[in-house]
C-alpha cells in the first residue's frame, strides 16, 4: 500500500481543471504553518519564519512525488544552532561567542578585509545576545541590517551569495547564513612568513583572522584553541630579552604542530562502538539510554561528515560532535564532576577534552548490553576490557547465526555478564 502522507492528504495541490495552485498553504491550512511558534515558544523568530517557508516547501516538493515517504513528508527540520549559540553566549561570555564568529566569518568571506570581518563580527554578536535575551524585534531587524549590508557589499564579502540577495527578506537571510565559502584567495602570503617578518603585529584577532581564512577546513574550536596557544606563548616571548626572535619561534610552532596534529574522523561501517566504550568509561553515572542516544548520534556525525569534501570534514566531524556533547549531556553534568569540567571550563577544548580516551578496537552489535559491562567497572584495565570484548564479540557471531537471536542473546549474555564479573573481581 502507498504511503499516504497525513500533510499531503490536507493540502489541495491543483484545482479541478488540474492545475496547479500556486498557494497550497494557503487559506485555512495556513494553520499548519502557524503550529510551528505554538510548539516552539522559545526559538527565535528568524528561524520560524525560515522554517515555515521550509514546511511549505516541503510539503509542495514531497507530495508531488511518487515515493513520498522516502522524500520525509514533512522534510523541513528544526535547527538547533540557535540553542547551542545562546548556550555559548550564556556559558562562555560574548568574549569567546565573538572570537568564535570571527572565525568562522573569515573561512567564509576570506577576501574580505579584517575591518569589514571584525565589524560583522560585532554586529553578529550583539545580534544573537538580543535574540537570546528574548527581544525578537530587535533580533530581526539587526538581522536582516547585517545581511542587507552583506548583500550590498558582495564585491567585498563573496560572489556566491547573490542568488541569495536576490531572494525574498526572509528567504535571504536564511540562504546567506547557509550559502559555502568563498574561495580562499590564491595570493594570500603563509602567514608564518607574514607575521615572523613583522614581529609588531601582536593583535590577537587579527591571527584569528588570518589563520581562519587561510584553513576553511578547521572547525572554529579548533582554531581558538590555535589561537590560545599562540597567546599563551606570546605572553612567554614578552618576558624574554630577544623577543622577537622568540616571537618568529612561536608563530612557526604553532602553525608546525597544528599541521601536525591534523586528522579528520573516520567511521567504517553503520556501528563503531569505541564511542560507547570511551563515554561510558568515563560517565558511567550516565543512563544507558543517554548513553545510547549519543552514540548512535556521533556514529551519523561520522556518516554525514565523510560525505563531506576533504577539506570540511573535520570541521564538521569537531562542529557536529561538539554541538552534540554540549546539548545531550547538559542533563549528565549534575552527576558527573568531569562532565560539568568539559562542558564549562574551555568552550575551544570541550571536544579533545571528551575524547581524549584512547582509541579502542571496534566492533558491532548489542550495544546495551556493552554500555551495563563496562558501567560496572569503568577503572577496567585494557587486559580486562579486552577480555571482555573478545567474549562480547564471540557472543555476537554464535548469537547472529542463530535463528531465535533474542534467545540467544538472552541465554549467552547472561553468562557474559558472570563471565565478566570473575574477569573484574566482582562479587555476584
Known amino acids: 500500500m502507498p504511503y499516504a502522507?497525513?500533510?499531503?492528504?490536507?493540502?489541495?495541490?491543483?484545482?479541478?481543471?488540474?492545475?496547479a495552485n500556486p498557494n497550497p498553504m494557503g487559506s485555512k491550512h495556513l494553520c499548519q504553518r502557524g503550529r510551528i511558534p505554538n510548539t516552539l515558544p522559545f526559538v527565535y523568530a528568524p528561524t520560524i519564519l525560515a522554517l515555515s517557508i521550509d514546511y511549505e516547501h516541503a510539503v509542495e516538493t514531497c507530495c508531488a512525488r511518487t515515493d513520498i515517504g522516502a522524500c520525509h513528508c514533512p522534510k523541513g527540520r528544526i535547527d538547533k544552532i540557535h540553542t547551542y549559540n545562546c548556550r555559548i553566549l550564556k556559558t562562555f561570555g560574548e568574549r569567546i561567542f565573538k572570537a568564535d564568529t570571527l572565525a568562522?566569518?573569515?573561512?567564509?568571506?576570506?577576501k574580505a578585509?579584517?575591518?569589514?570581518i571584525c565589524k560583522t563580527a560585532e554586529d553578529i554578536s550583539d545580534e544573537h545576545k538580543e535574540c537570546c535575551d528574548g527581544d525578537m524585534v530587535e533580533c530581526m531587524d539587526d538581522r536582516t541590517q547585517i545581511v542587507e549590508h552583506i548583500c550590498s557589499n558582495q564585491e567585498v564579502f563573496s560572489s556566491k551569495i547573490r542568488e541569495c540577495c536576490e531572494k525574498p527578506l526572509v528567504e535571504k537571510c536564511q540562504c546567506v547564513v547557509q550559502a559555502e565559502f568563498h574561495d580562499k584567495p590564491t595570493?594570500?602570503?603563509?602567514?608564518?612568513?607574514?607575521?615572523?617578518?613583522?614581529?609588531?603585529?601582536?593583535?590577537?584577532?587579527?591571527f584569528l583572522y588570518d589563520y581562519s581564512r587561510r584553513h576553511q577546513g578547521f572547525s572554529t574550536p579548533m582554531l581558538l584553541?590555535?589561537?590560545k596557544q599562540y597567546e599563551d606563548l606570546l605572553e612567554k616571548c614578552c618576558k624574554t630579552e630577544d623577543s622577537s626572535q622568540c616571537y618568529g619561534k612561536v608563530v612557526g610552532s604553532t602553525i608546525h604542530s597544528h599541521n601536525r596534529k591534523k586528522t579528520?574522523?573516520?567511521?567504517?561501517?553503520?556501528?563503531?562502538?569505541?564511542?560507547?566504550?570511551?563515554?561510558?568509561?568515563?560517565?558511567p553515572q550516565v543512563s544507558t539510554e543517554t548513553m545510547l542516544e549519543v552514540g548512535k548520534k556521533i556514529i551519523l556525525a561520522g556518516v554525514k561528515c565523510c560525505q563531506e569534501p576533504e577539506n570540511r570534514r573535520i570541521a564538521c566531524a569537531e562542529g557536529y560532535v561538539s554541538r552534540l556533547l554540549f546539548l545531550s549531556l547538559q542533563k549528565a553534568v549534575s552527576v558527573n564532576d568531569q562532565v560539568a569540567h568539559c562542558c564549562s571550563a574551555s568552550y575551544a577544548n570541550r571536544r579533545p577534552c571528551f575524547t581524549k580516551w584512547p582509541v579502542l578496537i571496534m566492533f558491532c552489535s548489542h550495544s546495551r548490553l556493552l554500555v551495563n559491562l563496562i558501567k560496572c567497572k569503568p577503572s577496567m584495565t585494557d587486559e580486562q576490557l579486552g577480555k571482555?570484548?573478545?567474549?562480547f564479540i564471540e557472543?555476537?557471531?554464535?548469537?547472529?547465526?542463530?535463528?531465535?537471536?533474542?534467545?540467544?542473546?538472552?541465554e549467552e549474555g547472561a553468562n557474559l555478564i558472570v563471565e565478566s564479573r570473575a574477569t573484574l573481581g566482582i562479587e555476584v
Open 5 to 19: 502522507c497525513p500533510l499531503c492528504s490536507q493540502l489541495k495541490l491543483s484545482n479541478s481543471n488540474g492545475v
Open 104 to 110: 568562522s566569518i573569515s573561512q567564509k568571506y576570506p
Open 113 to 116: 578585509p579584517f575591518a569589514e
Open 187 to 206: 595570493d594570500l602570503p603563509p602567514i608564518a612568513e607574514k607575521y615572523i617578518q613583522d614581529p609588531d603585529v601582536f593583535h590577537l584577532y587579527l
Open 225 to 227: 584553541r590555535i589561537a
Open 264 to 283: 579528520v574522523f573516520r567511521y567504517v561501517g553503520s556501528c563503531d562502538f569505541r564511542v560507547l566504550i570511551r563515554y561510558t568509561k568515563k560517565m
Open 388 to 391: 571482555i570484548i573478545a567474549g
Open 395 to 410: 557472543m555476537v557471531d554464535k548469537c547472529c547465526k542463530k535463528e531465535d537471536h533474542d534467545a540467544c542473546f538472552g
